[in-house]
């Protein structure tokens, strides 16, 4: 079964520091790119950031909110993705997601890698 | 950035319905139009990819179309266990972004 695991969400105070993982197991983790995704309570999805595979050299994008602040790695050979999150800020409180990512192509050489496999989530909440 | 825009933000419809959900693009983004349903406390679940085609698995009374600016979702007969969250998402340029939500409710 296809699935992703998140863990690491916890209570931190502004200005305090996190670390989330995502455990994926049922397919080969080293062949996607990997996405992470979150949601404020009542609110809307926001994407947090990106990290490609190593053929296209693990390199990463961000969302303008937390970019410097957050980083996105990945261990391959433990089918982890990471979330580092610092200088964290009351409306980082959210849901975060992680999520597989897939490629398609609309020909011409044109692709995309969309988001096909969700993990449940793990809660972090950011309050003094 | 992209700004998507879903209308309408509310909808009620009965079982049975056919209804058609609209995303907008504040810029051409081609097909790369993602849509997904969430229902409370859930992930999110991906419905279509490249505007119009069908994720694996996801029933055929769920359609998709358009290109550039304007996207629409269609379920076709509603369904019971269609009542929830629909976002669309935008691939063509980062900061990937989200429309704001369609929630659909039982009339």
């Known amino acids: 079964e296809v699935q992703l695991v998140e863990s690491g969400g916890d209570l931190v105070q502004p200005g305090g520091s996190l670390r989330l993982a995502c455990v994926a197991s049922?397919?080969?983790?080293?062949?996607?790119?990997m996405d992470w995704v979150r949601q404020a309570p009542g609110k809307g999805l926001e994407w947090v950031g990106r990290?490609?595979?190593?053929?296209?050299?693990?390199?990463?994008e961000y969302a303008a909110s937390v970019k410097g602040r957050f980083t996105i790695s990945r261990d391959d050979s433990k089918n982890s993705l990471y979330l580092q999150m610092s200088s964290l800020k009351t409306e980082d409180t959210a849901v975060y997601y992680c999520?597989?990512?897939?490629?398609?192509?609309?020909?011409?050489?044109?692709?995309?890698?969309?988001?096909?496999?969700w993990g449940k989530g793990t809660t972090v909440t950011v309050s003094s | 950035d992209i700004q998507l825009t879903q209308s309408p933000p509310f909808l009620s419809a009965f079982v049975g319905d056919r209804v058609t959900i609209t995303c907008r693009a504040s810029?051409?983004?081609?097909?790369?139009l993602t849509w997904y349903q969430q229902k409370p406390g859930k992930a999110p679940k991906v419905l279509m990819y490249?505007?119009?085609t069908l994720q694996s698995g996801v029933p055929s009374r769920f359609s998709g179309d358009g290109s550039g600016t304007e996207f629409t979702l269609t379920i076709s007969s509603l369904q019971p266990e269609d009542f929830a969250t629909y976002y669309c998402?935008?691939?063509?340029?980062?900061?990937?972004?989200f429309g704001q939500g369609t929630k659909l409710e039982i009339k």
């Open positions: 998402q935008q691939l063509n340029s980062y900061p990937y972004t």
């Open positions: 049922g397919f080969t983790f080293s062949d996607h790119y």
């Open positions: 490249a505007a119009s």
């Open positions: 990290i490609r595979k190593k053929a296209n050299g693990y390199t990463t």
């Open positions: 999520a597989r990512s897939t490629e398609f192509t609309l020909g011409g050489g044109i692709f995309r890698n969309y988001m096909d496999v």
């Open positions: 810029q051409g983004i081609s097909t790369f």
